[in-house]
């Protein structure tokens, strides 16, 4: 088991592992109980983190990340998760791309 992204929010570690399962490679969640979304502990070492749970899977699974990431910077803004079905939507849509609920602003947390 090799850890490859470590966040204080826990909905964006789980956003990437959402990522690196579509890829077909188990993950594995740690920390993921220490925080529910809105409590952040300021310790590092107890951010909910990304493991892969074969070594070998750990640069695919790096690349995946550092592309979402990378999206990220070049279309910045908070997605959008859909009230309907839950989806993920660039900030950008106005329309949820898969039920095609309206949008809603982001909330500040
Ligand atoms: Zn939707």
Redesign the pocket.
């Known amino acids: 088991m090799r850890e490859v992204y470590r966040h204080h929010e826990f909905i964006r570690v789980n956003h990437f592992r959402d990522l690196v399962e579509a890829a077909g490679i188990p993950t594995m969640l740690r920390n993921e109980h220490l925080v529910h979304g809105v409590v952040e502990i300021p310790i590092p070492e107890f951010y909910p983190n990304l493991c892969v749970m074969n070594d070998e899977d750990y640069e695919e699974a790096w690349s995946i990340v550092h592309q979402a990431l990378e999206a990220e910077k070049t279309h910045p803004g908070e997605d959008l998760s ?1 009230p ?4 993920n ?1 660039p900030a950008n849509f106005a329309e ?1 791309f ?4 309206q949008l809603e602003s982001p909330k500040p947390c």
């Open positions: 859909c309907e079905c839950g989806e939507n949820c898969a039920c095609q609920t």
